[in-house]
């Protein structure tokens, strides 16, 4: 106890050396005695006791309790007032100095010392709670979310400044409105906060979100976007002690998410119109196959949304049929506008497009495995096809897809070297060698297209 410093404030000078002496008994050390309360606070600034005793009555301008507060409330140094006699105004100007504990004189050496014991720990809890609530506040108010807290009757009792700047209430203003009037949202088009969960009585506020569909009306009368959550507060009982919502601007992130997906539209609609152009270009030297690419990808399209293949696939298809016979290109015009029957030769010339339109392809970083289907567009399941001879589920289902297009469309439509088939002959093929050649799925979904559901081909 000795490192435990403590100042005497005491006008009489014997019962100050009495208090000297029993506070050297008891093990403190004596930081000073002085007489006056101007002495006191001057004394505690100069000498940081860890403690002052402290007359209530004392002569001069300042008496105990001004002193006792400016030294609690400037250097955080506890005060313990002794008094003689305790009349009802003093009592009362005394608790409003925040007192750590009174001594009636005259006073017995045990009552000093549990007088002085419990004031040291309360006054050390007391800047610990202090600490902590500093703490948690510049927390709260350097945070980057706006918090509003409320009381059991979802009544406003805490606004951090950023809930104040993006609601537009002053927190003195707002303090104890209900929640809902300060905080005007809608969250998915229904009104937020929504109300509480349970029944009449037992009811609390219930956990609830702001997805980033939010809406906020600001008291200024604007409007933006924000996402957050409402949680109750619960005491270490379970009992509610209301609840906190913390929410966000998302503005800017909304800004972003804007240009970014339009960002991506336009590279879209432009690697659209790339591949469709792509596909003109090799229909202008061979005007006897014209459209025939444009109508493939129609009718693959057609046949994956009536098997449900996933949209994001279908785009992939589209872009594939609109280009799947790009490798012509390669082969002399002669040869692909040549009425009557084709040599080997020629035929193994046709047979090269594949290939030639994958090597052109492969390097084009699509989303989709694009030059692979093309690749693959004239293998058949039995393993029949070209160029490599796959069988089954070695051919990508969109090439698989394309196959069985591509024959219809080519058969239902003129060739050089033929008259059209029509669309029956070419639907009766696809059927006759189903499982053979083509997927059954794939010509059941097709034939229920043209005999159930009245798709055409384009002209
Ligand atoms: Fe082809
Ligand atoms: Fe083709």
């Not at 500093?134 to 350097?142: D, E, F, K, M, N």
Request: net charge negative; proline share 4%.
């Amino acid at each position: 106890m000795a490192n435990i410093r403590i100042l005497v404030v005491e006008d009489e000078s014997l019962v100050g050396r009495d208090i000297q002496n029993m506070l050297r008994s008891l093990g403190y050390s004596i930081a000073g005695l002085v007489s006056t309360g101007e002495q006191a606070i001057q004394k505690s600034r100069e000498l940081g006791p860890d403690l002052v005793l402290m007359d209530i009555v004392l002569k001069g301008e300042v008496d105990g309790i001004s002193a006792a507060d400016t030294i609690w409330e400037s250097l955080g140094i506890p005060v313990v007032y002794l008094t003689a006699y305790t009349d009802e105004t003093t009592l009362q100007r005394a608790k409003m100095t925040e007192p750590f504990g009174y001594l009636l004189k005259p006073f017995e050496e045990r009552e000093l010392q549990t007088t002085i014991e419990m004031a040291l720990y309360k006054s050390k809890m007391d800047k610990k709670l202090k600490e902590r609530d500093r703490w948690l506040t510049t927390i709260l108010y350097s945070i980057g979310d706006g918090i509003i807290a409320t009381d059991t009757a979802d009544r406003v009792a805490f606004m951090n400044p950023l809930a104040e700047r993006l609601t537009g209430w002053d927190e003195g203003e707002a303090l104890h409105k209900p929640l809902a009037e300060v905080f005007k949202a809608e969250a998915d088009g229904k009104k937020f906060p929504a109300g509480r969960s349970g029944t009449a009585g037992s009811s609390e506020i219930a956990d609830s979100v702001l997805s980033s569909q939010s809406i906020l009306h600001a008291k200024s009368g604007l409007s933006l976007p924000v996402e957050g959550s409402l949680s109750p507060i619960r005491d270490e009982k379970g009992s509610s002690m209301g609840g906190v919502l913390v929410f966000r601007d998302i503005t800017m992130r909304k800004q972003t998410e804007a240009d970014l997906e339009a960002g991506l539209d336009k590279l879209r609609r432009a690697l659209d119109a790339t591949v469709q152009a792509m596909g003109l270009t090799i229909e202008m030297r061979d005007p006897y196959t014209a459209g025939h690419q444009r109508r493939v990808s129609k009718l693959s399209c057609a046949i994956a949304q009536e098997m449900g293949i996933s949209p994001n696939q279908i785009d992939g298809l589209r872009m594939a049929g609109d280009i799947h016979d790009l490798g012509k290109i390669y082969i002399p015009a002669e040869i692909l506008s040549k009425p009557g029957q084709l040599t080997d030769i020629e035929f193994t010339i046709i047979k090269t497009h594949p290939q030639v339109g994958f090597d052109i392809l492969k390097a084009i970083d699509f989303p989709w495995p694009v030059a692979q289907m093309v690749l693959q567009h004239h293998e058949w399941i039995n393993g029949s096809g070209y160029p490599g001879g796959l069988k089954g589920d070695e051919i990508l289902y969109e090439a698989r897809i394309l196959g069985v297009a591509d024959v219809v469309e080519a058969m239902s439509s003129h060739r050089p070297y033929r008259p059209s088939y029509g669309i029956d002959r070419a639907l009766e093929e696809i059927q006759s060698r189903s499982g053979q050649l083509y997927e059954p799925a794939i010509v059941e979904a097709c034939l229920r297209l043209f005999r159930d559901k009245g798709f055409a081909l384009d002209k």
